[in-house]
């Protein structure tokens, strides 16, 4: 079946600018996850949604990340005024409930210039 | 990503030989353990998981050992091929359900 999306694959913006990025997570899996993965390192933990709320945030570095998962499938990570520091790939992963295994997306690559 | 791997420890195997790549963990009171796979440019891929309740686990030409006295873990993959080539991640899990990734190991297997 298919599996986790993510679009863009790529995005490049200017600093200061507004992006969205879309995760659209494996059909019937109600836990979705956003990571962060900079280069050389392992992926760090951002914001995790149960259906549409969002069960857990701490992993958000500051007020500009946002998340939102309005009919508890398809994900938007928004960032606002955008950073050279946000470059990275943002990772989305959905999980089936009661299991433990995440599923990952191919990731964007966000570049701040 | 790409060039993931980058300043990462690297393994390398010559084709055909087994292949241990180890993973130290932090957090006791983690209970779900996991490995991943990740290609240049690609997501990371489920390989084998394990709950801290065992302390082996195999799948296909995979195992992965859980020593929770010394909170180390490792996989190890038989015969190993060209197609293994990449960087594995560890990821330990407690109730908080967000995964804990480790550093990351290269592996790279020459003929």
């Known amino acids: 079946g298919a599996g986790v999306s993510q679009t863009p694959s790529n995005k490049v913006t200017e600093k200061g600018k507004y992006v969205e990025l879309r995760c659209d997570p494996i059909?019937?899996?109600?836990?979705l996850y956003w990571y962060r993965q900079s280069l050389g390192q392992g992926p760090e933990f951002l914001i995790y949604?149960?259906?549409?709320?969002?069960?857990?945030d701490s992993g958000l570095p500051n007020d500009r990340f946002f998340a939102v998962r309005p009919e508890g499938s398809v994900s938007t990570l928004k960032i606002q005024r955008t950073e050279r520091g946000d470059s990275a790939v943002y990772l989305c992963?959905?999980?089936?409930?009661?299991?433990?295994?995440?599923?990952f997306g191919p990731g964007t690559r966000l570049t701040v210039l | 990503g790409e060039n993931v791997g980058l300043h990462l420890p690297t393994l390398s195997v010559q084709e055909g030989d087994n292949s241990i790549i180890n993973c130290a963990y932090s957090n006791s009171a983690s209970d779900y353990f996991i490995w991943y796979k990740q290609e240049s440019g690609k997501g990371p891929q489920f390989i084998i998981d394990?709950?801290?309740?065992?302390d082996k686990r195999q799948g296909q030409r995979v195992t992965v050992l859980l020593n929770k006295t010394v909170k180390h873990l490792s996989l190890q993959i038989a015969a190993t091929q060209p197609g293994d080539s990449a960087v594995y991640f560890c990821a330990e899990k407690d109730n908080t359900d967000k995964l804990i990734f480790g550093t990351g190991t290269r592996l790279q297997v020459f003929p």
């Open positions: 992963a959905s999980r089936l409930a009661g299991g433990d295994t995440q599923y």
């Open positions: 059909s019937g899996h109600t836990a």
């Open positions: 394990i709950r801290s309740n065992m």
């Open positions: 949604f149960q259906g549409t709320g969002a069960a857990d």
